[in-house]
């Protein structure tokens, strides 16, 4: 198994950035997937969730109407499109393969969005 995100960068304070996720080694179409973010000196904090087939999504608080999770089941890629974003959306993000509600058990090595002025 194999995840690879992109598309993270430095970006403006209401800029938009949009990350992509390539997997590989596994049947990406049967997996659910999510978004998760670490921001520097702190945990792991879930963003967002996609079902297998992409009619199911779900969203932190936090970036819910600002972050849409969508998924290319034939390119096997994952995305995470951010608008608005702000100081605090600022962290590491990872892409993982969920399993069930609340686990995941695969990660990628992570992206760094910096939202900065």
């Known amino acids: 198994v194999q995840l690879v995100e992109s598309g993270g960068g430095m970006v403006q304070p209401g800029g938009s950035l949009r990350l992509s996720c390539a997997a590989s080694?596994?049947?990406?179409?049967?997996?659910?997937m999510r978004w998760v973010r670490q921001a520097p000196g702190k945990g792991p904090e879930w963003v967002s969730g996609i079902s297998t087939g992409g009619s199911v999504t779900s969203y932190a608080d936090s970036v819910k109407g600002r972050f849409t999770i969508s998924r290319d089941n034939a390119k096997n890629t994952l995305y995470l499109q951010m608008n608005s974003l702000k100081v605090d959306d600022t962290a590491l993000y990872y892409c993982?393969?969920?399993?069930?509600?609340?686990?995941?058990?695969?990660w990628g090595q992570g992206t760094q969005v910096t939202v900065s002025s």
């Open positions: 993982a393969r969920s399993v069930g509600t609340w686990s995941a058990d695969y």
């Open positions: 080694g596994f049947t990406f179409s049967n997996y659910g």
